[in-house]
């Protein structure tokens, strides 16, 4: 599970830092992935932001020691794969995204299907492996 601790470390980055972002800075966050409507509705932005920092929050704890948390691993895993049709959604009824919203949009839901693939088979494979004395 060692791969598996490096890939959710580096989830939980990400999210504390779009998390942080949204609910910290959502006018930021707007001019960058929204820069055809600028200062729009960032009550969604934050409620958005909060779920990106409880992902955080759970790729954190899954990643502190993922072998003897797999429970953690196979939730944040199914966690990416929520994140596959909620981008392509995004993607496909925001007017108003930049290059750089519309190429996050593209990439993201394919990160997040093999991410989130790759979890939930590792935290299966774990949940179902003998345990070893702690």
């Known amino acids: 599970m060692k791969n598996a601790r490096w890939l959710l470390l580096g989830l939980m980055l990400f999210d504390l ?27 969604w932005l934050t409620r958005t932001g909060f779920l990106w920092l409880f992902f955080a929050l759970i790729e954190g704890l899954a990643a502190w020691a993922p072998e003897r948390r797999p429970a953690l691993v196979l939730v944040t895993g199914f966690l990416r794969l929520m994140d596959v049709p909620a981008d ?19 990439f993201s839901p394919l990160f997040n299907a093999a991410a989130g693939g790759w979890l939930v088979s590792r935290g299966r494979a774990a949940s179902s492996a003998p345990r070893r004395p702690a």
């Not at 830092?17 to 009550?43: E, N, Q, W």
């Open 17 to 43: 830092l779009l998390g942080s972002a949204a609910v910290f800075l959502p006018d930021l966050y707007l001019r960058i992935m929204h820069p055809r409507f600028p200062g729009g509705p960032t009550y």
């Open 88 to 106: 392509l959604a995004y993607l496909a009824t925001a007017r108003d995204l930049g290059t750089f919203g519309v190429l996050a949009l593209i």
